[in-house]
């Protein structure tokens, strides 16, 4: 299911592309690149996440005859149009792959096309890589910070529309176990799971009657919820007298759940009454507003939770909510491109760009990426971007090149990832950035420098504008 | 293009369904009240919206073979995968008109229908009503602090993927002049605009070869992005340049853009500039990280900005980015239902209610809406739903029954409305909201109150559940 067609785009992309075309500049090659300025969350480290998507979608991205109907009411030449029948996108990309480890003021995406193919992608493009790599990077989060727990994706009443469609499957690369999403779960192939609500026990007036009959008919994976009336006078001793029923008949019921009050104090309870009832392998959900930072004073006092469902605050990525990435012209029609700001820190970074990961001799991450360009050999220092007087020699230090060929002449040049091998990629990834980068407070500050090279072009080139 | 299957949903709901269908209580009669506890970003009302994409969608609810094979693989049984074939909503929707004035703790839409059909669409309703809501009072509050100034939508690339889709259409109902999102335009009927990119005039390196290229082709609704290498000494004079050119074939600029630095200075420099050149007539568009405060400041400092164009912070809705409406049942099989909560604002209310807007003698709204049953007549006075010793009586009121007919047995009960409609619907009612609720900071706290009878209603259940 593909939510995305060539008119899922901001209208000025298509008013730059008549005038590309009827100019005669469309063809002309460019380079663009995808980065983004900061972190989410105030946090040392993002995910990158939603790139098959992106693959997918770009093959099938065409304007239909129902789309060129609309354009025709809004002003849009009819040459042009005629164009658009029969437009593809034929262009390269260059990315870091789906689940890497990504940090601000990079490039972690790079397309080289015709200046109007790569531009009729952009809206699209940031659309899915800025939400996925939002949710992907809260939910690593708290995979770090649950551990071994079990973390479910219970936010789809809450997300933005069907944009918790794909939270689903950004949260399962970050690090989640499943989700309750079945759409989601059917088409990306995510473990499913749920519990059940208030309004089924509501609906029964008596717990006990409802716990029975769900277990009779959802025995696998039987999750009874017991906060609806008394959660430790009558839920829990409920749940006791069921998961003894089921014991009977062979069965197992995996767990309880909580959904309000405290949840440690709550939890420490229930633990010590199912304890005392010899059902200690009967594990404890607990859900309610989580995040990270609740799931961390949970862990720290230690209460016996075994499974977090976690809504709203994971599928919308709150409190920042979106990745603010850009989408930024590098290169055109043989000449490198710059964008002046009085900002310094958004000045942009011309020419076609590699980015590499650097390491020590143990192949261990030493907290610093440089970018140099793509038309350089190696180069022994990096500097700051921004400021003078910082560099750093790379002597000695290994190099991985991030930006690899995903897709080359329209056509991808790696086959599709299942999502598990994405999330296993996370996994490993995210074992390599160093703890001081995980933190919540204050993470250690990753290093991302570039070549002198490309330090002077971007001086040159805006020395040239400023004398203009 | 409806993006909804009727596994658009949390595994639960079908987990529950099961159950009721198995033990045969999925056809009794139940009643759903949706609602939310609290306004977003801190205001005194919220804009109700999403409801003609919900009842478009429960047309269309069904499940499809695929559905079905896949539910087979999580273990569903396949007498209730039988039944789950014809599946149809046949229930009824009695709902406050979209476009509305709401507010928390009173039912904004109330299901009749049988349980299971009442469950299985829960989280798709909720998943809608709660995001679209949510933008159109974000939007709401821009339109008021921004008058009669232009408000466009450029929010796609920071959307939550295909959430923007929607975020578009609330945000016209709230009270937004049109959007760049160009899907949204072509399905919903909204009015799309647009500017041009700093990667066009990049292209270019010559800005005003680029302004000279963009005007010849596309000269309506021209606007001019003025900030890619300097604002005051080359943007504003080589768009100045353009917009005496157009003079001359007859054509006027409709716009400059500006999208940095501070906009109140470069707007006042800029119209400056303008003026003294004779082109009173072009308009002044800004952008750059707008929302609601940055707009009151902008017009206090009487920023000459014409048009404001809002991306993150409107389609997000932040800073809250999610509207925690929830979906309880209050009526099954014949008898009321109640949820106990430690947190009484959280103890659910019973029985099928309407919900009355209460209005003087002139027909201008007094700041309180009272819930009553559905089943009692008239009633003189209203109660703090949760604290004693605070009544009012409603003695010479008008009432405006808020809760309509919407779908009956399955059909719409009304025409469908065109957004314009719906639009022109919210300005109106928004218009009838007394001032001191539509403040920023601290607004006044609208009263919603509850019958006499609901309140003996309510307390007599938790005393019976207490007493269990």
Redesign the interface.
């Given at each position: 299911m593909s939510?995305?067609?060539a008119?899922?785009?901001?209208?000025?992309?298509?008013?730059?592309a008549?005038?590309?075309f009827?100019?005669d500049?469309h063809s002309q090659q460019?380079v663009?690149d995808y980065y983004f300025r900061k972190n989410p969350f105030n946090g040392g480290y993002t995910i990158f996440a939603g790139l098959e998507n992106v693959l997918d979608s770009l093959k099938e991205f065409r304007f239909t005859e129902?789309?060129l109907d609309?354009?025709k009411t809004?002003?849009f030449?009819a040459s042009f149009l005629e164009y658009l029948k029969d437009f593809r996108f034929r262009g390269s990309i260059f990315s870091v792959l789906e689940g890497d480890v990504v940090f601000p003021n990079q490039p972690i995406l790079r397309v080289e096309a015709s200046?109007i193919e790569a531009?009729l992608i952009?809206?699209f493009l940031?659309?899915?890589l800025?939400?996925?790599s939002l949710i992907a990077t809260k939910a690593c989060r708290m995979r770090y910070i649950a551990k071994d727990r079990t973390l479910l994706d219970?936010g789809?009443?809450?997300?933005?529309?069907?944009?918790?469609?794909?939270?689903s499957r950004a949260a399962f690369i970050g690090g989640f176990n499943g989700t309750?999403?079945?759409?989601a779960?059917?088409n990306f192939g995510l473990p499913?799971?749920?519990?059940?609500?208030?309004?089924?026990i509501?609906?029964y007036?008596d717990e006990l009657q409802a716990f029975r009959?769900?277990a009779?008919?959802?025995p696998?994976n039987c999750v009874l919820l017991v906060d609806?009336?008394?959660t430790l006078k009558?839920g829990v001793p409920n749940a006791i007298t069921v998961a003894k029923e089921m014991e009977v008949r062979g069965q197992r019921l995996l767990a309880i759940r909580l959904d309000?009050?405290d949840l440690a104090y709550f939890a420490k309870q229930s633990r010590k009454l199912l304890d005392e009832a010899g059902l200690d392998y009967v594990q404890i959900a607990a859900s309610n507003q989580l995040d990270e930072y609740v799931i961390k004073s949970l862990q720290e006092q230690q209460a016996p939770i075994d499974i977090y469902g976690v809504g709203?605050n994971l599928v919308?990525?709150?409190?920042d909510?979106?990745?603010?990435?850009v989408?930024?012209?590098a290169f055109?029609?043989g000449?490198p491109?710059?964008?002046?700001?009085?900002?310094i820190a958004?000045i942009t970074m011309p020419h076609a760009k590699q980015v590499y990961r650097l390491k020590n001799d143990k192949g261990e991450w030493v907290g610093s990426d440089a970018i140099g360009l793509t038309s350089e050999g190696s180069f022994e220092v990096m500097e700051h971007p921004f400021e003078v007087y910082k560099s750093m020699r790379l002597t000695g230090l290994q190099r991985e090149a991030l930006l690899q060929p995903v897709m080359e002449k329209g056509e991808r040049s790696f086959a599709t990832k299942t999502l598990q091998e994405i999330a296993d990629y996370r996994e490993k990834r995210f074992a390599q950035l160093p703890t001081e980068y995980k933190r919540f407070n204050n993470p250690h500050h990753y290093k991302v420098g570039i070549s002198e090279q490309l330090k002077e072009e971007r001086d040159r080139l805006i020395k040239l504008?400023k004398s203009?």
């Open positions: 939510l995305y067609t008119t899922y785009t901001d209208l000025y992309q298509l008013s730059m008549q005038v590309y009827k100019k500049r460019a663009f129902e789309d609309y354009l809004q002003n030449d200046l531009q952009e809206t940031l659309n899915m800025n939400f996925q219970f789809l009443r809450r997300a933005h529309g069907p944009g918790g469609y794909y939270a309750s999403n079945v759409l779960g059917k499913i799971s749920g519990t059940m609500a208030h309004s089924f509501q609906s007036g009959d769900f009779e008919h959802r696998k609806t009336y008394n009558s309000s009050g709203t919308i990525g709150k409190p909510a979106a990745l603010g990435g989408y930024k012209l055109y029609d000449k491109r710059i964008k002046i700001s009085e900002n958004k504008h203009l």
